[in-house]
């Protein structure tokens, strides 16, 4: 079902508003994902033939529960095939950023999530 002309526009606003008011979240959201590496790659789709086996073994010996121990492991095999590669990049772009957002929480530790996350919610709500 289409969005109203009125939808559309309300729509188009609240991204406009986002873009300008967070865009350090946008630029997170957007960001390329990393390509999976084909060491994973490998790692992964070992771990699944492992878990299409374990299957494979829960049928022939009629144990439902070694079938459903094979299905996780064959999921997780993928998962892990699948999953994106380590972020190199990234992390060498956050180094400048780090000084510049001052207090002893910039170290490289970056302190805990709630810290940084109040952090911004302060920098947010002040008006200078």
């Known amino acids: 079902m289409p969005l109203s002309e009125q939808e559309q526009r309300l729509l188009e606003e609240m991204e406009r508003s986002l873009y300008q008011n967070d865009s350090d979240f946008v630029a997170?959201?957007?960001r390329r994902q990393g390509r999976p590496t084909y060491t994973s790659?490998?790692?992964g789709v070992l771990g699944a033939l492992a878990g299409v086996a374990v299957v494979i073994l829960g049928l022939a010996m009629r144990q439902p529960l070694i079938g459903v121990l094979g299905f996780v492991v064959m999921l997780a095999g993928v998962l892990?095939?699948?999953?994106?590669?380590?972020r190199a990049p990234r992390s060498s772009s956050k180094a400048p950023?780090?000084?510049s957002s001052g207090g002893a929480r910039g170290s490289s530790?970056?302190?805990s999530f709630m810290d940084r996350m109040n952090d911004r919610?302060?920098?947010r709500n002040d008006p200078s």
């Open 28 to 30: 997170r959201v957007t």
């Open 97 to 99: 950023r780090t000084p």
């Open 41 to 43: 790659i490998t790692l």
């Open 121 to 123: 919610w302060d920098k």
């Open 80 to 86: 892990f095939a699948l999953r994106p590669g380590m």
């Open 109 to 111: 530790s970056g302190g």
